[in-house]
């Protein structure tokens, strides 16, 4: 049986030069499993991926997520992946509390005046 155990990893830091907090994933996000493994990791809030809204460019898709903690956007682009919710900041405390308890997921420490 394969380990999971840490393979995402993630910092949860204000958006550049933002009061806003987000959830910028580090590794791990170029796997089949990513996807399915937030979502599962998610699953008390009940997130759902709203297809209809998903945006795709050629240098970035915008997922926008519908959940018991509000709406939230995830943007994969060429910096990386992002979990976004600028006007729901309870919601990404929510969601960062969620991954401190997932085993799949681990916070790497960050010094958030490198972001302002």
């Not at 997130?47 to 519908?66: C, G, S």
């Not at 976004?84 to 085993?103: E, F, K, P």
Request: glycine residues 6%; contains cysteine; hydrophobic residues 30%.
């Amino acid at each position: 049986m394969e380990n999971k155990t840490r393979r995402y990893s993630y910092r949860f830091r204000p958006g550049c030069y933002s009061r806003h907090y987000l959830i910028e994933f580090l590794e791990g996000t170029d796997t089949e499993d990513f996807g399915g493994d937030l979502l599962h990791a998610l699953a008390e809030i009940h997130p759902k991926i709203n297809a209809e809204k998903t945006v795709k460019t050629p240098d970035q898709t915008l997922y926008f997520m519908d959940s018991q903690a509000g709406e939230f956007t995830l943007s994969s682009d060429t910096w990386g992946v992002f979990l976004m919710g600028d006007d729901n900041q309870a919601g990404i405390q929510r969601i960062h509390n969620l991954l401190i308890q997932n085993d799949l997921f681990i916070r790497i420490q960050t010094d958030n005046q490198d972001y302002t």
